[in-house]
T-cell receptor, first 113, second 113 residues
Framework: AQSVTQPDIHITVSEGASLELRCNYS??????LFWYVQSPGQGLQLLLK??????LVQGIKGFEAEFKRSQSSFNLRKPSVHWSDAAEYFC???????????FGGGTRLMVKP | DTGVSQNPRHKITKRGQNVTFRCDPI?????LYWYRQTLGQGPEFLTY????????KSRLLSDRFSAERPKGSFSTLEIQRTEQGDSAMYLC???????????FGSGTRLTVV
């Protein structure tokens, strides 16, 4: 069975600083990988996804993520964080695009002014 | 297209009562998913439908839980004899078959007192 680990429960960055959120997965084959963002009391919004091809994927809101098979990682990055990026971020892995997803425990991002 | 709609947004119920939640997916989506999210955790898969057929159920879906999608459009999730451990956010999502990811609703927050 697949699993996802997000090692950082909380991260605080200053506005304008760069950001990297870590995600490690466990899955026997090439996974489908996703990053979602959740604001308080809301559902999840898809930031970006990786299925195959170029290992650096671009998403919405200026986010990108890089798939590294050798490290079983799919870290999320943003060069300059805005106060509106404060939220909870979830990494997820799927067997394919349409079936169940397994989510990590999430990383809560706080942004200092 | 108004996205995935979930009702009610909040539900407070006494232990032992039955509750039912409704999910209206994006109209042309034929897959519908239910997830549960407890405080501070990532969402956990419960079940999904393709049209009206329930194709997969998690072992988290005890016999007190039942989900239906009678006409392949909206879905209901019923919890019988609620327990305090059922307190959580219940998230619905929808997609096309083979689509690259799915769209979540804003969720129904259940509090069992």
């Amino acid at each position: 069975a697949q699993s996802v680990t997000q090692p950082d429960i909380h991260i605080t960055v200053s506005e304008g600083a760069s950001l990297e959120l870590r995600c490690n997965y466990s899955y026997g084959a090439t996974p489908y990988l996703f990053w979602y963002v959740q604001s308080p009391g809301q559902g999840l919004q898809l930031l970006l996804k990786y299925f195959s091809g170029d290992t650096l994927v671009q998403g919405i809101k200026g986010f990108e993520a890089e798939f590294k098979r050798s490290q079983s990682s799919f870290n999320l990055r943003k060069p300059s964080v805005h106060w509106s990026d404060a939220a909870e971020y979830f990494c997820a892995v799927g067997v394919n695009a349409g079936n169940m997803l397994t989510f990590g425990g999430g990383t809560r991002l706080m942004v200092k002014p | 297209d108004t996205g995935v709609s979930q009702n009610p947004r909040h539900k407070i119920t006494k232990r032992g009562q039955n509750v039912t939640f409704r999910c209206d997916p994006i109209s042309e989506h034929n897959r519908l998913y239910w997830y549960r999210q407890t405080l501070g955790q990532g969402p956990e898969f419960l079940t999904y439908f393709q049209n009206e057929a329930q194709l997969e159920k998690s072992r988290l879906l005890s016999d007190r839980f039942s989900a239906e999608r009678p006409k392949g459009s909206f879905s209901t999730l019923e919890i019988q004899r609620t327990e305090q451990g059922d307190s959580a956010m219940y998230l619905c999502a929808s997609s096309f078959v083979g689509a690259d990811g799915y769209t979540f609703g804003s969720g129904t927050r259940l509090t069992v007192v």
